[in-house]
């Protein structure tokens, strides 16, 4: 008897961490497992992707929530819905927004002109048109300040304060002086910024300008950038040291010591001394991902190793779906050995070896979340 309490318990603690991808198939919505099998039959006429744990589908006109088992876990009653963040989710009843918990309880927050998503534990309040922060308990972070908050990268946000720039944590901390011009996304306690007519680059809040620079792009996940400099691009390293000359027309973030360049309106990708390690004969090119594939173009798109070899053969587009605008980046590679494609007028998610999970195309398909 305590095994099989323990096994349903283990079957769904499974069933809540899997992730699902929202497919469409015949005019109906379900979510689609990576088995290449359904969680959850299409059934429904509207319905959006998973997001911390719950899913918003829509049934006789109204919206509610289900689990990735397809549960009932909010009864639907709302004429519109967004998305769950650190248990709270915004919602429209009786022609108001209203904040909700996952018992569908209506939460009290603060005053505010509108209601923004939380994400990763923070949400937007504008009063008097100054933007401050609030956490999931409705408790101000940081009191409405700024004249701007982007939306947090990790757990940085760029704020702006007449006209200036800076950097705050999820805690509402100053980490970046509002004194810029403009300003990057913060990665590794550095980000790049104009000063004036100077670009440079913010480490430990302060600005060293880097001589000739008129552009420089965000840090992603490699110590390095890349810069623009008498027209032509190279790659800066964290300190504003070039690693690579400026001598491309277009590049993308470095990625495992291998990025894309254009050179001549064709893309290859180099080492970090700026070396070609595979030389530039594609359309087009992405950077490479985790699984050690990277997106190249020959009129349609495949997939190509870190030595170059196209391991799936230019046949398909990878363009985003766009079912939903939830998600702000778009990932066009593959993402946990699997990647999202497009082949003639169906979507489908394809292997690492070009197998097509479950050998299921859809009329649409959203990536795997949960």
Same mark, same amino acid.
């Given at each position: 008897?305590?095994?099989?309490?323990?096994?349903?318990?283990?079957?769904?603690?499974?069933?809540?961490?899997?992730?699902?991808?929202?497919?469409?198939?015949?005019?109906?919505?379900?979510?689609l497992a990576k088995s290449g099998e359904f969680a959850i039959k299409p059934t429904f006429k509207e319905a959006e992707s998973f997001s911390d744990?719950?899913?918003?589908?829509?049934?006789?006109?109204?919206?509610?929530?289900?689990?990735?088992?397809?549960?009932?876990?909010?009864?639907?009653?709302?004429?519109?819905?967004?998305?769950?963040?650190?248990?709270?989710?915004?919602?429209?009843?009786?022609?108001?927004?209203?904040?909700?918990?996952?018992?569908?309880?209506?939460?009290?927050?603060?005053?505010?002109?509108?209601?923004?998503?939380?994400?990763?534990?923070?949400?937007?309040?504008?009063? !008097?048109? $100054?933007? &401050?922060?609030? #956490?999931? %308990? *409705? @408790?101000? /972070?940081?009191?409405? =300040? +700024?004249?701007?908050?982007?939306?947090?990268?990790?757990?940085?946000?760029?704020?702006?304060?007449?006209?200036?720039?800076?950097?705050?944590?999820?805690?509402?901390?100053?980490?970046?002086?509002?004194?810029?011009?403009?300003?990057?996304?913060?990665?590794?306690?550095?980000?790049?910024?104009?000063?004036?007519?100077?670009?440079?680059?913010?480490?430990?809040?302060?600005?060293?300008?880097?001589?000739?620079?008129?552009?420089?792009?965000?840090?992603?996940?490699?110590?390095?950038?890349?810069?623009?400099?008498?027209?032509?691009?190279?790659?800066?390293?964290?300190?504003?040291?070039?690693?690579?000359?400026?001598?491309?027309?277009?590049?993308?973030?470095?990625?495992?010591?291998?990025?894309?360049?254009?050179? !001549?309106? $064709?893309? &290859?990708?180099? #080492?970090? %001394? *700026? @070396?070609? /390690?595979?030389?530039? =004969? +594609?359309?087009?090119?992405?950077?490479?991902?985790?699984?050690?594939?990277?997106?190249?173009?020959?009129?349609?798109?495949?997939?190509?190793?870190?030595?170059?070899?196209?391991?799936?053969?230019?046949?398909?587009?990878?363009?985003?779906?766009?079912?939903?605008?939830?998600?702000?980046?778009?990932?066009?590679?593959?993402?946990?050995?699997?990647?999202?494609?497009?082949?003639?007028?169906?979507?489908?998610?394809?292997?690492?070896?070009?197998?097509?999970?479950?050998?299921?195309?859809?009329?649409?398909?959203?990536?795997?979340?949960?």
């Amino acid at each position: 008897m305590k095994n099989a309490a323990f096994l349903l318990v283990l079957f769904f603690q499974f069933v809540g961490a899997q992730e699902l991808a929202l497919v469409k198939q015949d005019g109906k919505f379900g979510y689609l497992a990576k088995s290449g099998e359904f969680a959850i039959k299409p059934t429904f006429k509207e319905a959006e992707s998973f997001s911390d744990g719950l899913a918003g589908v829509q049934e006789n006109g109204k919206w509610g929530f289900i689990d990735p088992s397809g549960k009932w876990i909010i009864e639907p009653s709302f004429s519109k819905v967004k998305f769950f963040d650190s248990g709270v989710c915004i919602v429209e009843k009786d022609k108001q927004w209203v904040y909700i918990n996952k018992k569908g309880e209506v939460l009290k927050v603060p005053s505010s002109d509108k209601l923004f998503d939380f994400e990763g534990g923070v949400a937007f309040i504008r009063q !008097n048109n $100054k933007v &401050g922060l609030i #956490n999931p %308990k *409705g @408790e101000i /972070v940081l009191q409405p =300040t +700024y004249d701007i908050i982007k939306p947090f990268d990790g757990d940085f946000a760029r704020v702006k304060n007449n006209d200036k720039w800076g950097i705050i944590d999820k805690k509402g901390k100053l980490v970046v002086n509002t004194e810029y011009d403009e300003i990057g996304d913060f990665f590794k306690n550095t980000t790049w910024a104009r000063k004036g007519e100077n670009f440079g680059l913010v480490t430990a809040n302060n600005f060293t300008a880097i001589e000739g620079v008129d552009k420089i792009w965000d840090f992603n996940t490699e110590d390095n950038t890349f810069a623009r400099k008498g027209g032509k691009i190279g790659f800066i390293d964290l300190k504003g040291n070039w690693i690579i000359e400026p001598k491309f027309k277009k590049v993308k973030a470095f990625y495992k010591n291998l990025a894309p360049v254009d050179e !001549n309106g $064709k893309w &290859g990708y180099v #080492n970090v %001394k *700026g @070396e070609y /390690v595979i030389q530039p =004969t +594609y359309d087009d090119a992405e950077v490479f991902g985790p699984d050690g594939l990277a997106p190249v173009k020959e009129k349609k798109w495949g997939f190509i190793d870190v030595a170059g070899k196209l391991v799936i053969p230019t046949k398909y587009d990878i363009t985003a779906a766009s079912l939903t605008s939830m998600f702000k980046k778009t990932d066009k590679g593959f993402i946990n050995g699997l990647a999202r494609v497009k082949s003639g007028d169906q979507w489908g998610f394809i292997k690492t070896n070009g197998e097509v999970l479950g050998g299921k195309w859809f009329k649409n398909a959203e990536l795997f979340k949960k």
